[in-house]
């Protein structure tokens, strides 16, 4: 039998040495045991189960293999809420919730309270959909994928953490422009990567491509939502988007395009990168 210490420490070794990143190991020992760090350290020198110790083992081979933590936990942390993730569904970034933050921020600056309609559109496992509504009740919450399978982990996701949120199953906006729904926000996380660029492999083998590739520059997405969000925004409406940290220029010079008196802004995230687009519609 072996200590948590000398398990985890073998794990980590081998980890970093596949160049998979030794955090890994640590993070999933924690989720696997259910333990937080510090309660972690105090049973360092205990003996690890026999049970966990192998189930510990089966998990770093696939970890050691490629697989995302995400898809061998089962799911992810996002928000503070927990997201069933699997092969059908885009696995939800910490950078993301900062886009959640921020529509929350814009919600209370611009509606201050207000009952509110909006849509998340691309929800994949409906994390920023299902966040926001956890937030803030008075948002009217709908969301929308082109994958009936996505949906399915989304509608799974909100029933898990009591949220109510509106699915529906289509390309895009055409969901809401069929039922003519009227919108005060729209929240897109759309796929931005261009089709050439090179992907870490435990991001292109087990990760849905649908959810990553946005044409040739990567704004193919973007330029359809631009395109036909008039059909389904209100007059007094904003749209918050995620992007590609270096596509500042290119995506504002698009929207400024779609929507020429419009107050386009760009927010960097914590790292200080560009990662949101905001795009405010007759608000003061």
Avoid: C
């Avoid at 087990?206 to 040739?216: S, T």
């Avoid at 990567?218 to 036909?228: D, P």
């Amino acid at each position: 039998m072996s200590s948590y210490k000398e398990v985890l420490k073998h794990a980590q070794t081998r980890m970093e040495e596949a160049d998979r990143g030794e955090q890994a190991a640590l993070l999933y020992l924690l989720e696997l045991t259910n333990m937080e760090a510090h309660n972690l350290y105090m049973e360092f020198e205990q003996e690890m189960p026999e049970d966990i110790e192998k189930e510990y083992e089966a998990g770093i081979q696939r970890l050691l293999a490629g697989e995302p933590l995400g898809h061998v936990l089962g799911f992810e942390w996002f928000y503070g809420y927990r997201f069933k993730v699997n092969e059908d569904v885009l696995i939800p970034r910490p950078e993301t919730e900062e886009l959640v933050a921020n529509v929350l921020a814009a919600y209370d600056e611009y509606f201050q309270g207000q009952q509110v309609t909006a849509a998340d559109i691309g929800t994949g496992s409906g994390a920023i959909a299902i966040s926001l509504k956890k937030e803030e009740e008075n948002i009217h919450m709908l969301a929308s994928d082109i994958s009936e399978k996505a949906v399915m982990v989304a509608k799974e996701n909100a029933a898990n953490n009591d949220a109510v949120v509106s699915f529906l199953v289509g390309d895009m906006l055409q969901p809401l422009i069929d039922r003519d729904i009227k919108l005060d926000i729209l929240i897109s996380n759309p796929p931005y990567i261009p089709n050439e660029e090179v992907m870490e492999d435990s991001v292109v083998n087990y990760e849905p491509h649908v959810a990553l590739f946005g044409g040739e520059d990567g704004l193919k997405f973007y330029r359809v939502i631009f395109e036909n969000a008039p059909k389904i925004l209100n007059e007094k409406a904003f749209m918050a988007f995620e992007m590609g940290y270096n596509q500042k220029e290119a995506l504002s010079a698009e929207a400024r395009k779609y929507f020429p008196d419009a107050k386009i802004e760009v927010i960097k995230d914590m790292s200080g990168k560009n990662r949101m687009l905001f795009i405010y519609l007759n608000l003061e």
